[in-house]
């Protein structure tokens, strides 16, 4: 009788240990899952940084407003990289400029805008179609 003894805590220690393991594997699994999702936010938001978006100009002028975005920051971020603008909180999707170098600048002409009311914002775009931060509002102001 002692021998069925000596088996069933065998069975019960390779039980455990095989409970042990399963269970390791499951956090390893969620934890690795998550540690690569950290990895891509990360360098995501590391492309962002230096990425900087500024209205110089933003009036109405001619029929087709004028509207002057300049890319500045440290980004070296190349090949692809956009600015879209944002007339009062709204993304306009239909104008879109590539800025890859720092310091360059680009010419959005929109119809419409009111002088004194309307409000500009520029954001970056990387190539992957992340957004990054954006500029302060600038005020239309009348020609």
Known sequence: MNSKKGQSEVITTVLIILLVL???????????????????????KRDCIG???????ANNATATNNILVRREG???????????ILINDKLNDTSTVNLDTAY???????????SGIDQVQAVGILPDGTPCGLSEKVTVTAA
């Open 22 to 44: 399963a269970a390791i594997i499951i956090v390893w699994q969620v934890v690795q899952g998550t540690l690569k999702q950290g990895q891509t936010d990360i360098n995501t």
């Open 74 to 84: 440290t980004s070296t971020v190349t090949g692809g990289v956009q600015a879209k």
């Open 51 to 57: 990425l900087d978006m500024v209205v110089l100009k």
């Open 104 to 114: 360059s600048t680009a010419t959005f002409n929109e119809a419409g805008l009111k």
